[in-house]
């Protein structure tokens, strides 16, 4: 049922954009991602997935099909549409099929433009396309932070800000029975060579948690080299139970060096959830990358993680800490 429902939902989303598809475009973009993952710690079952490139607590020692995504924009005039369709590991649908990441109308009214369907949520530094980070695994932060929304968006620019306010279904997509409705905002521009975005939203979730995440990104070039600073904050306020409150730091800093790259994230996250679980983490990630043909990209990693806990599956049993090496192939259009 849920394969016919993603299927219609796509049959639909390019019948009511086929006119506008006639004046401009489609335009198709292509992006695959495969990877190999060896866990040091060698877990029996799994355990440290939110370490591995596929996120599969299965792929502690294997390859993996990463993701496979395929995406379509046109316009017509002041309309224009977009939509991106994933499968593979790293995508939310069920028995290898097709996800539906984004689908979107817009409408350029000048001063401002309007967005309405799935869109990409504009909280985070990192995302779940594989070419469109710097490293093969993701930061700790990313874990907490949403990847698109279903609502309707306002986008402008004035005096040197780009604004985005807008309603969503909730922190994720679908939730569409919950009769309560999330916010979500943006805040983006430079000052001085330091370009910065400051992203929040707020949703009461099914009536029952009420949810804040604050994101701010601080973004530059020195000493030729792109660094970049991450600030987030993700607050859980159950009506019944403890809160949870996550706050988390990431230090991204990469250069290239003709066709190779080098790209390093050290991050810190404190994690309070009550009496027993309150946890503190720290990373250190250092990938390396070669651009072997155009669109082509191949990059090894060296991933060692932390905590205050036992928290990472080692063997039968856990330990303080963890080490992974992680391959990645990755093609895009």
Not at 91 to 116: F, K, Q, W
Not at 226 to 252: I, S
């Amino acid at each position: 049922m849920r394969k016919f429902i993603t299927i219609a939902t796509v049959g639909v989303f390019l019948a009511a954009t086929g006119s506008v598809a006639l004046a401009d475009g489609p335009d198709l973009s292509i992006g695959a991602s495969s990877s190999y993952v060896f866990d040091v710690n060698d877990p029996d079952t799994g355990g440290n997935a939110a370490l591995y490139a596929n996120l599969a607590n299965s792929g502690n020692e294997s390859f993996n099909i990463d993701l496979v995504q395929v995406g379509v924009s046109g316009g017509n005039g002041d309309v224009s549409y977009s939509a991106k369709f994933n499968t593979g590991d790293l995508s939310s649908s069920s028995d290898d099929g097709v996800e539906v990441m984004t689908a979107n109308v817009s409408y350029d009214a000048g001063s401002a433009s309007v967005t309405a369907g799935r869109i990409n949520t504009p909280i985070g530094y990192e995302v779940l396309e594989p070419w469109g980070n710097a490293n093969i695994s993701r930061s700790m932060a990313w874990f907490s932070q949403p990847i698109n929304h279903d609502g309707v968006t306002v986008s402008s620019s004035t005096s040197g800000l780009d604004i985005m306010l807008g309603v969503v279904n909730g922190v994720n997509p679908g939730n569409d029975a919950d009769d309560e409705k999330g916010l979500i905002g943006s805040v983006g521009g430079a000052a001085g060579n330091v370009d910065f975005n400051l992203s929040g939203l707020f949703s009461e979730e099914n009536d029952v948690v009420d949810v804040t995440i604050l994101n701010l990104i601080l973004s530059s070039e020195l000493a030729g080299m792109d660094v970049a600073l991450e600030a987030n904050l993700t607050e859980m306020d159950p009506d019944v139970g403890a809160d949870v409150e996550t706050t988390g730091v990431a230090l991204y800093a990469g250069t290239n060096l003709g066709n190779t790259s080098l790209n390093a994230r050290l991050e810190f996250v404190d994690a309070e959830c009550g009496v027993g679980c309150d946890d503190e983490l720290w990373g250190l990630t250092v990938t390396a990358g070669w651009e072997l043909a155009d669109g082509v990209g191949f990059r090894l990693e060296y991933r060692h993680d932390s905590s205050d806990l036992d928290s990472y599956a080692d063997g039968a049993g856990f330990e303080d800490s963890v080490d992974v090496i992680q391959a990645q192939l990755v093609l895009t259009n």
